[in-house]
């Protein structure tokens, strides 16, 4: 399993009204294993990331993503990368819950998309996720996957929510962006510092 492109968009796109980023994923022999059909995999990732409990997913309801790893046979590896993909950013303080994955129309890829507050929180909890994906499956399904016999999930997770927090607007001017979401005016950040642009001019 692994990434061909990265696309970061700032603004309204084709996938929502505000920003995502997409990931081009080639499955590898992952396309033929859905969640539910590797053995122990569910209940690893659960007892890693319990938070994925809240997750709705198309059922509606809590557990709902849950329903979706354990019934019928699991849901692909792409879906379940866009869940951790977000829920790793919720553990690092953003609030977003927006996703979709979606085939490519080739064989094994699928355009993975989830909703980011600040990009480079977002592309470090996206890595995060899949380097913990490739360890909860066995290593003949991830050939191309270079493994770390040291890698500990939460160290790992502790330095991402670190680097958001490093990263986070400060609160003068996070109050001025959640005042600007409320009302519907679109904004941009400008620079690695708390420079914030709003509106499109």
């Given at each position: 399993m692994h990434v061909t492109e990265t696309r970061v968009y700032q603004g309204p796109n084709?996938?929502?009204?505000?920003?995502?980023?997409?990931?081009?994923?080639?499955?590898g022999p992952l396309e033929d294993k859905p969640s539910d059909t590797i053995p122990g995999f569910v209940d690893a990732l659960l007892e890693r990331v319990p938070t994925l409990w809240e997750h709705t997913c198309?059922?509606?309801?809590?557990?709902?993503?849950?329903?979706?790893?354990?019934?019928?046979?699991?849901t692909w590896m792409g879906h379940v990368l866009e869940h951790v993909a977000i829920e790793l950013q919720n553990l690092?303080?953003?609030?977003?819950?927006?996703?979709?994955?979606?085939?490519?129309?080739?064989?094994?890829?699928?355009?993975?998309?989830?909703?980011?507050?600040e990009a480079r929180v977002a592309q470090a909890a996206a890595e995060l996720a899949m380097k913990l994906l490739h360890h909860l499956v066995p290593a003949e399904l991830v050939p191309d996957a270079k493994l770390d016999a040291?890698?500990?999930?939460?160290?790992?997770?502790?330095?991402?929510?670190r680097?958001?927090?490093?990263?986070?607007?400060?609160p003068s001017t996070g109050s001025l962006v959640r005042a600007a979401e409320a009302r519907g005016i679109p904004w941009s950040r400008l620079n690695v510092h708390s420079l914030v642009q709003f509106g499109h001019g």
């Open positions: 084709l996938y929502a009204h505000f920003p995502v980023m997409r990931w081009t994923l080639q499955l198309s059922p509606g309801v809590r557990g709902g993503f849950v329903q979706r790893l354990r019934q019928d046979g699991g690092a303080g953003a609030r977003v819950s927006f996703g979709k994955t979606r085939g490519s129309g080739h064989l094994g890829e699928y355009h993975v998309v989830f909703e980011y507050e040291e890698f500990d999930f939460q160290s790992e997770l502790d330095d991402l929510i680097q958001a927090q490093r990263r986070a607007l400060g």
